[in-house]
Every structure is written in C-alpha cells, then in structure tokens.
C-alpha cells in the first residue's frame, strides 16, 4: 500500500510493521519501490535489546537485509535521535531519483523517556526542483537533434515524479519525434496522442521503431532488458544516446551517453522545444514520425481493428468492456500477466498518470493493496482495479481489511484458471505437453468476496460486465467481478 501511494501520487508512502518475519515480508514492497523510484519509509520495531546478538526474540540484522534495496537504511540507538534520523531518511527518499529508506526502532527506544521536542525544523514536504540545465548541453544536444533523421523519446517514470507531462509533448511536437514508454513505467501521455507509440519491452512485442532509430532521448528512464540495454541487437550499432534525468548519478547508468544533462525535467524539455523551434521543420523527423505511426497501426491492427468474436469472453473482450470508464476521472490498476499485456496492447493510445502498474519490478499480487492505498489518496475518485486471477489470490485475505476500512473499489478478475502468462511461455517454447505446475483450480472470487461480506458478481458477457461495473461504482462495499475466460495473451492471437 505505502508503495502504491507514493508511486500514485509522488509523495511519500509510510509503513510500520513489527519485526522478523514482518518485516522480510515488507521487503517485497520495499524492492517494488527500490524497482520503481518510488519514495516509501519502512519503520520496523525490533525487540528490546535489539543489535546485541544475544538472541533477543526475532533477533536478526533487519537493517543489512533492507540496506541493499533501500537509498538508506538505520538502526535507532537513541529515542533523541528518532526525529533527525527520520527527516533525514525523509530527505534521501526525496532526494535525486526517488527511492525506500528504512529504520529498526527497538521497543526499548520506543519506550524512552524524552524532555521536550527534540528537532524543531520541519520536514519539507518535497524536494526543491533542480535549476535549469547548462546552456552548453542544451546546445550540443540541439545539434544532435538536428542531425538525426530517426529520433526516438523513451519516456521514462521519471517525467511523472517530475511533473513534465506537458513540457513531454511540447517537445514532441515541436521536433516532430514519436514517443514510448518502457512497459510498467510510469505513464506521462495524459490523452490520446499521434506522437505516442505505446510501450516497449513488452512480451506481446513491438513494430520496429526502436531498432531503426538513429538517436535515442532517454528522459527520466533507466537503461536495462526493456529498451535491450541500447545494444545491439536491440539499436544500431552507431546509435546516438541524450540523456536527461535529475539524478547525477543515472546518467551514465547502463550506456555512455553522447550528451548528459542534468537538470529539473521540465525546464530541459521546455529549452528542447525551444531549440526545436528555432531549428525549423524537421522534414525528416516527420516523415520518420509517419513510418513509426504506420508501423504502429500494423502492429496493433490484430487486436484493435479485428471485431470482438461471440462465444466465451477473452483477455480483450474485459479490456474493451472497461475501455469506456477510462475516460472518466478515475484511478485505474493493472495487475496480472497476460491481462497486463492485452491492457498495454489494446488502450496504447494513450498512458496517463491515473493508471498505475505493477512497476519495473514485474511483480503480480500488488493490486488489492494498492487498491486499498488508491482510495486512501484519492477518496472522491471511483478505483478499478483488472487483475488476473493468480495476481488476485496473493493478497485476497486484504478484501477483507478493505471492507472493514470502509474502501470501495471494483476489482475485474480475468479468471482463466491458469497463470496466464506462464502458460503462453510454455506452450510456445514446449507445446502442450510442456504445461506444467501453472494451472490454478476452479476458484469462484465472487464467492469468495462474499465470504469476505463484499459485493461478488459473476458475469459472462462484455455487457454484463459494463453494466456491473456502473453498479459496482456506486456500491459502498468493495465488489469482485469474476469474469471467466479463456486462455492465452495478445501473443498467442493470429
């Protein structure tokens, strides 16, 4: 949940769990947020003696397991030296590229006594944004910019923590360059845009842009298997790389760019612009747009332009039924393989800042806690949640807590009976004798919501769905809607 939060909103999420065992189990939000650069403290309490390796109970070094995941990571000797140590925690986790900090406070600690206020200063509630980058960067990467003829921006989840949704597309525009996202970054193209071209890495595929791209502009993106390590045979051998991020220490991350600029987003990619501007028409770059375009629509007229076929409900059949709600001013959550991969396939029209996934991570499970954390930041905004069944069966005990704190949300499970996207895997690499140890039994998660004192709704048809999703919004209760389907992701369509 506190991951959820901070990735949702960009300000910092907090949880306190008790220690051993909670606190490994906390670790898996805490890599979500390490993957992802997402601001969250982990406070673990530790029992009375804790660090003196006398075998106090569920003694273990917390704070060495947490480090190499977290920007920082603390014990608390003293209760005078709680408050520095959390502002500063509070300060690395909103500092740079954003990312989990983590302190053990053992109860002893806890229980001490302390004269007065031991720090007055208040904490600030984000980080100051950076000034503009250097004129010089600006200039080298003009020129660059100018020379290529098949320019490429990967967007990264960076332009989301740095509020450069607009200044994004105002680059785009003005130098005529498509734009893509690695998949489960997060999204900045706020509505449908010619210039956005989806998601890349993804295991559905992609038409071939980035291959043939002759200039790459990595904006608040990492380097890693997503964009094939901006190696070959992923690029060109030649490639030319800019990079722009507000962390010093991400701009040589994974590949030597040919100009480096540091600085707030937003700023470098309004001077971009204005440079672009300046330049002229870019009578190459708009034609190579017009190929990335048309090779775009290629790409996903299998999906998109085939009509929906009758008989039993598909992976694409639950994402053109929810398709209509997106427009409407919601929080949106994807969680699941193959039901991942038809939501990036068929709505990649677009990828706002309301959707969120499961992150660079990849990991599934995630989504009725961060169902949960999207109402807590968000209580006047209706939550929908796609998740595939395996996914759903991680966390489906936290119904119930969603209940009790009074959280409603709608939760569509894609119920294939299988983990989906392992089953693609094997069928393709093995055939069907190949299928092992990833179907999932007949599970009713309707019923079960129910068991759970939920609404729980079992539909079979695109329309069924709609019309259960306009109930579900306006219940008080979390709903599931169990929607049976048959296997296979947009991969394994013809």
């Known amino acids: 949940m506190a991951d959820a939060y901070a990735r949702l909103t960009g300000r910092l999420g907090v949880c306190a769990v008790s220690s051993g065992v909670a606190h490994s189990n906390a670790l898996t939000g805490i890599a979500n947020a390490y993957f992802d650069g997402a601001p969250v403290l982990l406070i673990t309490g530790a029992s009375a003696g804790y660090g003196s390796f006398r075998g106090v109970f569920q003694e273990f070094d917390q704070v060495a397991l947490a480090a190499p995941i977290c920007k920082f990571a603390s014990s608390v000797n003293r209760a005078s030296d709680i408050a520095f140590l959390t502002r500063h925690a509070i300060a690395v986790a909103t500092s740079g590229r954003f990312g989990p900090v983590h302190l053990t406070i053992p109860i002893d600690v806890l229980e001490e006594k302390v004269e007065g206020s031991t720090y007055g200063?208040?904490?600030?509630?984000?980080?100051?944004?950076?000034?503009?980058?250097?004129?010089?960067?600006?200039?080298?990467?003009?020129?660059?910019?100018?020379?290529?003829?098949?320019?490429?921006?990967?967007?990264?989840?960076?332009?989301?923590?740095?509020?450069?949704?607009?200044?994004?597309?105002?680059?785009?525009?003005?130098?005529?360059?498509?734009?893509?996202?690695?998949?489960?970054?997060?999204?900045?193209?706020?509505?449908?845009?010619?210039?956005?071209?989806?998601?890349?890495?993804?295991?559905?595929?992609?038409?071939?842009?980035?291959?043939?791209?002759?200039?790459?502009?990595?904006?608040?993106?990492?380097?890693?298997?997503?964009?094939?390590?901006?190696?070959?045979?992923?690029?060109?051998?030649?490639?030319?790389?800019?990079?722009?991020?507000?962390?010093?220490?991400?701009?040589?991350?994974?590949?030597?760019?040919?100009?480096?600029?540091?600085?707030?987003?937003?700023?470098?990619?309004?001077?971009?612009?204005?440079?672009?501007?300046?330049?002229?028409?870019?009578?190459?770059?708009?034609?190579?747009?017009?190929?990335?375009?048309?090779?775009?629509?290629?790409?996903?007229?299998?999906?998109?332009?085939?009509?929906?076929?009758?008989?039993?409900?598909?992976?694409?059949?639950?994402?053109?039924?929810?398709?209509?709600?997106?427009?409407e001013d919601l929080i949106f959550l994807i969680d699941g393989g193959n039901i991942g991969q038809w939501a990036h396939m068929v709505l990649a029209d677009c990828y706002p800042s309301n959707w969120l996934t499961c992150g660079s991570s990849a990991v599934v499970g995630w989504g009725i806690p961060g169902a949960m954390a999207a109402k807590l930041a968000y209580p006047e905004r209706n939550v929908l949640l796609l998740s595939g069944d395996g996914a759903f069966g991680f966390t489906i005990a936290e119904l119930e807590s969603a209940a009790r704190q009074g959280l409603p949300f709608v939760a569509v499970v894609a119920n294939d009976q299988a983990w989906g996207i392992v089953v693609s895997g094997q069928l393709q690499a093995l055939g069907e004798e190949g299928v092992i140890a990833s179907r999932i039994g007949p599970t009713r998660y309707d019923d079960v919501a129910k068991a759970f004192g939920l609404n729980g709704i079992r539909v079979e048809s695109v329309e069924g769905l709609r019309e259960a999703i306009r109930q579900a919004f306006v219940a008080r209760l979390p709903t599931v809607i169990d929607v049976p389907i048959s296997g296979g992701g947009p991969a394994d369509s013809d």
């Open 121 to 327: 200063v208040e904490v600030s509630p984000r980080m100051q944004a950076l000034g503009r980058a250097d004129p010089k960067t600006i200039q080298q990467a003009a020129k660059l910019l100018g020379e290529a003829q098949r320019p490429l921006i990967v967007a990264g989840t960076g332009v989301f923590y740095a509020q450069a949704q607009r200044q994004l597309m105002e680059f785009s525009e003005a130098a005529a360059i498509p734009i893509v996202t690695p998949i489960w970054d997060r999204g900045s193209v706020e509505k449908p845009h010619p210039n956005f071209l989806g998601v890349v890495g993804a295991a559905s595929g992609e038409p071939k842009i980035l291959a043939d791209a002759d200039l790459v502009i990595l904006v608040g993106a990492l380097v890693d298997y997503r964009i094939g390590f901006l190696k070959e045979p992923a690029v060109q051998k030649d490639l030319c790389v800019i990079r722009l991020d507000t962390d010093p220490c991400l701009l040589r991350q994974g590949v030597e760019p040919h100009v480096a600029i540091q600085a707030d987003l937003a700023s470098a990619l309004s001077e971009l612009a204005a440079q672009a501007r300046n330049l002229g028409a870019f009578s190459s770059h708009s034609r190579w747009l017009e190929e990335a375009r048309r090779r775009w629509r290629i790409f996903r007229s299998r999906w998109v332009e085939r009509p929906l076929q009758n008989g039993t409900m598909t992976g694409r059949h639950i994402v053109e039924a929810i398709r209509p709600f997106l427009a």
